[in-house]
């Protein structure tokens, strides 16, 4: 079954959620955007965690699409769920990535047993997914995940960006 989708506007570092979704670059260690406000929010035991799996499971970094959970440190969440989305290219088509990433966090919600996950615009900002098609993709590949996850938020930070998922959510 499907979870139930909302589309909210939002800092997604204050959802009350089982896990929020970061949207990470390869490295895990932090950097801009929604990725530096969950690791300044969440405080270092995030960093530290990332260092771990970077140690452990994926030492030249966490691949484009693919997904690795965390402490959220001393975010109001209990996990943080990093994936990598693609960055935007005209010369080549991405989707199945981005879709991935969408795929493979509900897949390790699933793992850790988050009911309630957040995420934000996957890909959608520095990455340069064009707004629309980013929002449509994330709306669609929730609704046809197969996963245990009841609710899933998606916690957006302007309102051109919110107007695009609620567009995409009919």
Known sequence: M??????????????????????????????????????????????????????????????????????????????????VGPVYATSEDRSALLASAYRESLRVADEIGARTVAFPAVSAGIYGWPLDDAARIAVETVRDADTAVEQVRFVLFSDDVLAAFRAALG
């Open 2 to 83: 499907s979870p139930e989708i909302v589309a909210e506007r939002g800092d997604i570092t204050e959802s009350t959620v089982d896990a929020v979704v970061n949207a990470a670059n390869s490295s895990l260690m932090g950097g801009g955007g929604v990725d530096g406000a969950i690791h300044r929010r969440g405080g270092p035991e995030i960093l530290a965690a990332c260092k771990k799996v970077r140690a452990e499971r994926c030492p030249d970094g966490l691949p484009t699409g693919q997904a690795v959970a965390t402490t959220a440190g001393d975010l109001p969440a209990t996990w943080v769920i990093h994936t």
